[in-house]
């Protein structure tokens, strides 16, 4: 039976981060305008996009990867005690998947945001994710 909680915690997380990610993701373009004529909600003008946005465009999109994979992450080591680092890595390695699968699906973003992005917003986000899960629990336990 706890294996069972166990398997719910971490896809209810994962599924929770995947939420966080897009609700980020939803927000692109309202706290720094687009272009004019951009349309980033079909593939197809997302990959338009990409040769008018400015970097500053791209801070949307690896904040809501990174924070979506954190979230997932701290949310499963806090949760999960079954090698809880082994399984935030685990998390990163999930979302990375998902950004491999992006890069992709949607070729075009410069080369430098793809390379960002999958080195510092996945694997690096479900590290932290145990780093701080395991401090806030050593805090808890005193």
Known sequence: ME???????????????????GFILGLNGTLIPLPDGVDMKTPEGLQAAMKVLKPIHFLAPFL????????????????????????????GAVFMLGGIM????????????????????????????????SRLMVKSEK
Request: hydrophobic share 65%; charged share 10%; net charge positive.
């Open 102 to 133: 992006m890069v992709i699906q949607i070729p075009g973003a410069p080369i430098w945001f793809d390379i960002v992005d999958l080195v510092f917003a996945y694997i690096p986000m479900g590290m932290l994710g145990y780093y701080l899960a």
């Open 64 to 91: 809501a990867h990174a924070i979506g994979t954190l979230f997932s992450a701290f949310i499963i080591a806090a949760f999960v005690p079954v090698r809880p680092k082994v399984m935030a890595i685990m998390t």
């Open 3 to 21: 294996r069972l909680k166990y398997i719910a915690i971490i896809i209810g997380a994962i599924i929770a981060g995947a939420f966080l990610n």
